[in-house]
């Protein structure tokens, strides 16, 4: 392992935050796997909060595997030689340990937090109040995974991110009956995406997850609402697609859409 030229794994650990880089320079003769064991030993990854609640704002950071929130003010005061933000979320809940804000100083914190979300693994939107081009400069950035369960909008969020965003390889959203997403699906194919749609089960998001059947031979397998039986599983596949329904009468039901 340790073979591998030190000037390669300096280049791949400059692609994931170079800053970090500094203390293993100096380093007369450095392994990689130590280079790599320093660089991961002290990483600490974070999560982005925008709450938005009626009139109510606020601005959050939190570490992903640690309880409670960190003041944004502390966060970029900090060295964030080894800090990262995987994580941008548009939330409505408000926390009990954050000061509310008005929404120009949530945009003025955002616009501060901006140069440090280059790097996201996953924005999650619940809802933008109205103010979704007020803050396009935050949701238009490339992700990984987009998950989006905003039902009061329209989907030129998830639209962007299909035409624009090249890291994009998955996306979680509330249920879409076909139809409504019917101009998505040859970008969804395009990049090989696979969609995850939940739900609670019911008459209503039965008859959308029906829309999306093609050629799938379902029509013994679906559920009656009440759900009969407690949870149950329906799979089609070709050599395009892959489609998965998986109910549940007391818990969230999931259809999932892969395009090969």
């Not at 994931?16 to 991961?40: D, F, G, K, T």
């Not at 999560?47 to 502390?74: C, R, S, V």
């Not at 031979?217 to 009969?228: F, L, R, S």
């Amino acid at each position: 392992m340790d073979d591998v030229p030190f000037l390669f794994v300096n280049t791949v650990l400059h692609c994931l935050n170079s800053e970090s880089l500094a203390a293993p320079r100096l380093l007369a003769h450095p392994l990689w796997s130590s280079v790599a064991e320093e660089h991961y030993g002290k990483r600490k990854d974070y999560a982005f909060h925008l709450i938005k609640h009626f009139n109510a704002n606020q601005i959050t950071m939190q570490h992903l595997l640690e309880e409670g929130h960190t003041d944004p003010e502390q966060w970029l005061r900090s060295d964030k030689t080894y800090l990262r933000v995987r994580e941008l979320w548009f939330n409505v809940i408000l926390s009990r340990s954050a000061p509310e804000i008005t929404l120009e100083e949530a945009l003025q914190w955002s616009l501060r937090m901006a140069p440090y979300l280059n790097d996201l693994n996953e924005i999650i939107l619940f809802h933008l109040g109205g103010k979704k081009e007020r803050f396009d400069f935050l949701w238009k950035r490339p992700c990984h995974t987009l998950s989006y369960y905003n039902y009061f909008e329209d989907t030129s969020v998830l639209r962007w991110h299909l035409q624009n965003n090249d890291r994009l390889k998955s996306t979680n959203t509330c249920l879409f009956s076909y139809d409504d997403v019917r101009d998505l699906l040859p970008l969804c194919a395009e990049k090989r995406l696979t969609w995850e749609m939940t739900f609670p089960l019911n008459s209503n998001n039965l008859n959308s997850v029906k829309t999306w059947q093609g050629d799938a031979q379902w029509d013994e397998i679906y559920p009656t609402v009440p759900a009969q039986p407690e949870k149950g599983m329906a799979f089609y596949e070709d050599e395009h697609i892959r489609k998965e329904f998986l109910w549940s009468s007391r818990g969230p039901s999931f259809f999932t859409v892969t395009w090969k």
